[in-house]
C-alpha cells in the first residue's frame, strides 16, 4: 500500500505536531562545527552587503590609532550639510584636504591618450566622497586604490555648481591598523 510505503519512508522523521499530541518524546541533539568567529572586518562586511550600513562599529575603527596621528577632516566637514540652505560646500574650490577612509567603489578609465586613471568613492564614518586620481598620480597609487581598501588620500577640492564636490588625489597611502 502507498500510505504504508509513506510512513515507512518518514519513520524516523519529526513533524511540526509529533511533540505535541501526547506522542513519544524524542531528544533531539544538535552537533555544531567548531567554527572560529568573524573578525570584526568580516562581521561589518557582511552586515553592509546584507543591509547596506554597519551595526557593529566602523571599518576605520582598527585604524583608529593611525587616522587620529594623520588629524585627516572628515567628510562631513567638506561636503554642504543638509540644513544648509543653498547647499553650498563650506570649503573653496581648490582648498588642500586631507582623508581617511575604506575604497568602496572603483571604477578604472582609459583616457583618451591611452593612459588610466581612476575614479573612487571613499567613505569615512561620517559620509561617502568621490576621489579621482588622474594618469600622473594613479601610476604612482594604483595598487592602492582597490575596493576596501584603508587609505588617507591628500588632495585638491573641486567644487563645482549642481555638482558634489570632489577630491582630485595628488597623494595617498596605506593606514596601518591599531596593532602596528
Known amino acids: 500500500r502507498l500510505a504504508d510505503k509513506n510512513r515507512a519512508n518518514l519513520e524516523g522523521q519529526l513533524d511540526l505536531f509529533s511533540a505535541m499530541d501526547g506522542g ?20 561589518l562586511m557582511l552586515e553592509k552587503e546584507a543591509s547596506g550600513m554597519f551595526f ?11 587616522v587620529k596621528a594623520l ?3 572628515t567628510i562631513a566637514d567638506i561636503l554642504p550639510s ?7 560646500c563650506p570649503l573653496p574650490d581648490k582648498a588642500r584636504v586631507k582623508l581617511a577612509g575604506i575604497i568602496t567603489g572603483v571604477t578604472a578609465k582609459t583616457t583618451r591618450r591611452e593612459e588610466r586613471m581612476a575614479f573612487f568613492s571613499l ?12 594618469p600622473k598620480v594613479y601610476t604612482a597609487v594604483a595598487d592602492l586604490v582597490r575596493e576596501d581598501s584603508a587609505v588617507y588620500v591628500e588632495g585638491t577640492l573641486s567644487v563645482r555648481e ?3 564636490p570632489k577630491v582630485l588625489v595628488s597623494t595617498m597611502g ?4 591599531n596593532a602596528h
Open 123 to 134: 567613505e569615512d564614518s561620517t559620509g561617502v566622497m568621490e576621489c579621482i586620481a588622474f
Open 162 to 164: 549642481e555638482e558634489a
Open 56 to 66: 557593529s562599529g566602523q571599518l576605520l575603527d582598527e585604524y583608529a590609532s593611525c
Open 174 to 177: 596605506v593606514l596601518v591598523d
Open 71 to 73: 588629524k585627516p577632516q
Open 24 to 43: 513519544e518524546s524524542t531528544s533531539l541533539t544538535v552537533e555544531y562545527p567548531d567554527v572560529p568567529a568573524y573578525t570584526m572586518r568580516e562581521m
Open 82 to 88: 543638509s540644513d544648509e540652505e543653498d547647499g553650498q
